[in-house]
């Protein structure tokens, strides 16, 4: 059974609610534990199954993990160390589920002049080539080879050159995350062009600098590697989720209430908070939070998904289901993933009016969501039925919640504490009447 969420919509959410650390920046900094055999210290790091995942491929690759500090927030701490060098495969088994653990590839293949890498196979949101990752490392001379499924890659000591990561559809985070980890041990200097400029991105440059990398340009799309023959441990923060963040104010706003979020960046909202003043939001920030005060009904609002600083891909489905109760027509655009969007037939369900073009979803605004059972598909379409279920009438059986473990820590219970009427449960599931 993989559990569900049942909401009783209808209820505004208001009060105080704090943000976890960032997933997108906490994988590839603990796949870049391979790049040293000193210990690696992460505060902060979401108890999160994608996390749960890729400490079972580090395992197999023989670095240890551990939790330091008890329950969660700021005080917990996950430590990694490598104990044994001779692992270099990654199994499809594990690689399979999470993506993200790709980005072992760089550092394994930097530190240990080879690494076996699954293939991480087709995804719910759409076609995310490696072939980026591939070109990048090859470019520093690794040696490439594909056989069964699995990514063999040599090379004695990578070399820096000149790596342009830009793509179709803008940047490749993972792909720059996964580059720039092995170009630090490599022997000279690395330029990267059209490099990821995502907070998440600058975070895990900071991580290597601190283990004793020499990087430039960071938050910029030319990011310049100076390579050094070998790197420390290191102890690191990593920065709030700015997805988390994005759906908790999206809630607050989807139901009318008045929230504020707090161990933010807003800064690293600064496009979803643009577009959230468009639809008519009230919005108030400080250094670590932001308020958000919602009227009834929104203004309707066009967004277009967009690498960094745009609006973020993975806040695309909860921003869709918020404006199913505009008052008006709303366009929803996604350039980095023209195929995410598996949420719309379950939003339609709910009663949403929503119509599908090339890459877009239009949205016309209704009066009112009813509830119904509804399946998530992925982990952020997952989200955008819990924000649709906040304000539908009745009840709402969200199926398949496993997916919001993913990336979400204890998000029922964030949300509760908002004032929502929302339980998990892994039981049979009720009939909604």
């Not at 939790?67 to 060098?85: F, H, I, K, M, T």
């Not at 963040?245 to 209430?257: M, Y």
């Not at 995410?340 to 009066?367: C, K, M, Q, S, T």
Request: hydrophobic share 50%.
């Amino acid at each position: 059974m993989a559990g569900a969420f049942l909401i009783t919509g209808g209820t505004p959410l208001n009060g105080t609610v704090g943000v976890a650390g960032s997933k997108n920046a906490a994988l590839p900094m603990m796949a870049s534990a391979l790049l040293t055999d000193e210990p690696m210290v992460l505060d902060g790091v979401p108890r999160l199954t994608d996390v749960a995942t890729l400490c079972r491929v580090l395992s197999e690759l023989g670095v240890a993990a551990a939790w330091d500090g008890a329950g969660a927030g700021p005080s917990r701490a996950l430590r990694l160390q490598v104990l044994d060098r001779s692992p270099v495969r990654a199994r499809y088994a594990l690689v399979r589920r999470m993506r993200a653990s790709f980005c072992v590839l760089g550092p394994l293949l930097a530190r240990r002049g080879r690494a076996v890498v699954s293939l991480p196979g087709g995804c719910r949101i759409g076609p995310r080539p490696v072939d980026l990752h591939l070109k990048g490392l090859a470019a520093l001379g690794a040696e490439l080879t594909l056989a069964h499924g699995y990514v063999i890659a040599r090379a004695q000591r990578l070399r820096g050159a000149t790596v342009d990561l830009s793509g179709p559809a803008g940047p490749t985070v993972t792909g720059t995350a996964n580059v720039l980890s092995a170009a630090v041990l490599a022997r000279g200097e690395t330029l990267l062009r059209g490099a990821a400029r995502e907070p998440e991105i600058v975070d895990l440059g900071r991580l290597l600098c601190r283990m004793g990398a020499r990087i430039d340009g960071l938050g910029t799309d030319t990011v310049r590697v100076r390579g050094v023959d070998g790197l420390g441990g290191a102890r690191h923060r990593i920065i709030p989720d700015r997805i988390e963040a994005a759906t908790l104010a999206l809630a607050a706003v989807a139901t009318g209430g008045t929230a504020t979020v707090t161990g933010v960046v807003p800064g690293h909202l600064a496009a979803v908070l643009d577009r959230l003043a468009a639809a008519g939001v009230e919005l108030a920030s400080g250094a670590d939070w932001i308020r958000l005060s919602a009227p009834r009904p929104l203004r309707p609002c066009r967004i277009t998904a967009a690498p960094y600083p745009g609006v973020p891909s993975d806040v695309q489905a909860q921003w869709t289901a918020v404006m199913a109760l505009a008052s008006g027509r709303s366009m929803v655009r996604d350039r980095v993933f023209p195929e995410r969007f598996a949420h719309v037939p379950e939003l339609v369900r709910l009663g949403a009016r929503i119509g599908l073009a090339p890459g877009a979803a239009v949205v016309d605004g209704v009066a009112r969501l009813s509830g119904a059972r509804v399946t998530a598909s992925d982990l952020r379409a997952s989200a955008a039925l819990v924000l649709a279920g906040l304000v539908a009438r009745g009840r709402t059986c969200i199926e398949q919640a496993h997916w919001l473990d993913r990336g979400y820590e204890a998000l029922d219970r964030k949300l509760a504490r908002l004032g929502a009427v929302i339980e998990r449960t892994e039981a049979a599931l009720p009939a909604l009447g």
